[in-house]
Antibody, heavy 117, light 108 residues
Framework: VQLVESGGGVVQPGRSLRLSCAAS????????MHWIRQAPGKGLEWVSL????????DYADSVKGRFTISRDNSKKTLYLQVSSLSAEDTAMYYC???????????WGQGTLVTVSS | SHVVTQAHSVSVAPGQTARITCGGD??????FHWFQQRPGQAPLLVIS???DRPSGIPERFSGSNSGNTATLTISRVEAGDEADYYC???????????FGGGTKLTVL
């Protein structure tokens, strides 16, 4: 199993980014997926979930209305569109596979988003 | 949604047993999961569903859940166990996942 995130970088407040997570080594099209973030020196925060077929999506209250999760099963890629960014969104963003029972099996190494003027 | 709390830090000498707890209100029948995160690395699942150990995780790692408190126990602690440990639950009503604040394990 391999998950490789990309798309992070330095972005000004109020701007947007699209994060990607390329998956391999498992059947991506049958796996629900998550985004989890970690601010520098802080703990883990669950961000968003998408079902295996993209029909169900959910978000943490802190990002609802600003972030959009999506997936392309033909490309085995998960996305997170992050908008209206503020300094509080500065974090390492990880993608992870869903594990039966409500947890996470495999994680990528993360992509860092820094919101700064 | 549920709030889960962890002690900020735990220290233990090599060879001893470390116990890391996670608690909260109204979480009596909720399953806890535990992650290890070494510096600069992604989290790694070490215990799922309160006490199941994923493939490849040493038997020194075990978990339990009693009432409103879940416990991750690491026996015969080694220097390589030094890491941050996070508990996590699934709020089935909201379908959200919730992490505890993390406990830093220091091996003396």
């Amino acid at each position: 199993v391999q998950l490789v995130e990309s798309g992070g970088g330095v972005v000004q407040p109020g701007r947007s980014l699209r994060l990607s997570c390329a998956a391999s080594g498992f059947t991506f099209s049958t796996s629900a997926m998550h985004w989890i973030r970690q601010a520098p020196g802080k703990g883990l925060e669950w961000v968003s979930l998408i079902s295996y077929d993209g029909t169900n999506r959910d978000y943490a209250d802190s990002v609802k209305g600003r972030f959009t999760i999506s997936r392309d099963n033909s490309k085995k890629t998960l996305y997170l569109q992050v908008s209206s960014l503020s300094a509080e969104d500065t974090a390492m963003y990880y993608c992870a596979t869903d594990r039966e029972g409500g947890s996470f099996d495999f994680w990528g190494q993360g992509t860092l988003v820094t919101v700064s003027s | 949604s549920h709030v889960v709390t962890q002690a900020h830090s735990v220290s233990v000498a090599p060879g001893q047993t470390a116990r890391i707890t996670c608690g909260g209100d109204s979480i009596g029948n909720i399953a806890f999961h535990w992650f290890q995160q070494r510096p600069g690395q992604a989290p790694l699942l070490v215990i799922s569903n309160n006490s199941d150990r994923p493939s490849g995780i040493p038997e020194r790692f075990s978990g339990s859940n009693s009432g409103n408190t879940a416990t991750l126990t690491i026996s015969r602690v080694e220097a390589g166990d030094e890491a941050d440990y996070y508990c996590q639950i699934w709020d089935a009503i909201s379908d959200h996942r919730v992490f505890g604040g993390g406990t830093k394990l220091t091996v003396l």
